[in-house]
T-cell receptor, first 116, second 113 residues
Framework: EPEVTQTPSHQVTQMGQEVILRCVPI?????FYWYRQILGQKVEFLVS????????KSEIFDDQFSVERPDGSNFTLKIRSTKLEDSAMYFC??????????????FGAGSRLTVL | GNSVTQMEGPVTLSEEAFLTINCTYT??????LFWYVQYPGEGLQLLLK?????DKGSNKGFEATYRKETTSFHLEKGSVQVSDSAVYFC????????????FGTGTRLLVSP
């Protein structure tokens, strides 16, 4: 069964460092997403991406965050200058289309980011 | 804004026990409702969904019914197995056209033999 692959599975970084989390979505999917879950809290939407541009973003997704699809297969989330509160599990997801309800997201296993 | 509330865990059960994980939601419009499951070391997987009121989603022995009058989507299974041990997430899709999901906090289920 096709799957979404995320790397690294766990990254530890110092506050202020740049981090790039990588995702390989399912090959025929057109819509890509990042979500995150701070320990003990809800899974939160960060950003959606379609046709090489951001289609929607949450208020969490500030100027420190950026997304890119650099080579037609990878989908990356960059955090420019990490803060302690960025420590979370980051989930990548993709979907074939945007039809609400009839379409579902396929998620990766997550990348755990720990900022010290 | 839209939100999902689900019961806190962990829920600890013996094998073959009946499972209920409560989920209620607040939403404008007519969201679709989902249960996702995360097994250890794996991604969030869709377990079941319902797209309109009174729909029942079912999969792998799990069921949930979209109750508009009580704004609920409780997950049930008649007889749990050890292999059902996982974290279960209730979610709704906002009708924004891009499949943005609003999740609950997740409920960990532990099933012992």
């Amino acid at each position: 069964e096709p799957e979404v692959t995320q790397t690294p599975s766990h990254q530890v970084t110092q506050m202020g460092q740049e981090v790039i989390l990588r995702c390989v979505p399912i090959s025929n999917h057109l819509y890509f997403y990042w979500y995150r879950q701070i320990l003990g809290q809800k899974v939160e939407f960060l950003v959606s991406f379609y046709n090489n541009e951001i289609s929607e973003k949450s208020e969490i997704f500030d100027d420190q965050f950026s997304v890119e699809r650099p080579d037609g297969s990878n989908f990356t989330l960059k955090i420019r200058s990490t803060k302690l509160e960025d420590s979370a599990m980051y989930f990548c997801a993709s979907s074939e289309s945007q039809v609400s309800g009839a379409n579902v997201l396929t998620f990766g296993a997550g990348s755990r980011l720990t900022v010290l | 804004g839209n939100s999902v509330t689900q019961m806190e865990g962990p829920v600890t059960l013996s094998e073959e026990a009946f499972l209920t994980i409560n989920c209620t939601y607040t939403a404008t419009g007519y969201p679709s409702l989902f249960w996702y499951v995360q097994y250890p070391g794996e991604g969030l997987q869709l377990l079941l969904k319902a797209t309109k009121a009174d729909d029942k989603g079912s999969n792998k022995g799990f069921e949930a019914t979209y109750r508009k009058e009580t704004t609920s989507f409780h997950l049930e299974k008649g007889s749990v197995q050890v292999s059902d041990s996982a974290v279960y997430f209730c979610a709704l899709s906002e009708d924004t056209g891009f499949q943005k999901l609003v999740f609950g906090t997740g409920t960990r289920l532990l099933v012992s033999p």
